[in-house]
């Protein structure tokens, strides 16, 4: 299995790596990150930006994906995504997210997430997504 540090790795230079997530814990079928709260996570509004939370969750259930790929799979692309935001975090604060695989199938898996405040343990953030599993071209 990929490790969590396997994954920070990877993660630089892209976008998650721009935001500053951070893996802390990867099990079958589980995903944990955190991500710090900067001015650069904010919207106009002074708010947590819903794409933000939106990245991370992504990110970890994508992640999860891949530590969790069925024989012969190569990669995934999320094909849909869901979230319900119900409060946000101010700098200088921290966000956790929490990732589950709910559905582990050859060609689709389904991951819900939760994002919460790290300090306080409230969550901010239900995320659902559906990613498709790839394989090899013949």
Known sequence: MITAEQFNIRSQGTLAGLLGVLFTEVTPGRMVARMPVTAQHLAANGY????????????ACGYGTLANLPAGGTGFTTIEIK???LGTVRPPGEVRCQAALVHGGRTTQVWDAEVSDAATGKVIALFRCTQLVLYPRE
């Open 48 to 59: 947590l930006h819903a794409a933000s939370v939106v990245a991370l969750a992504d990110t």
């Open 83 to 85: 979230s319900n935001h």
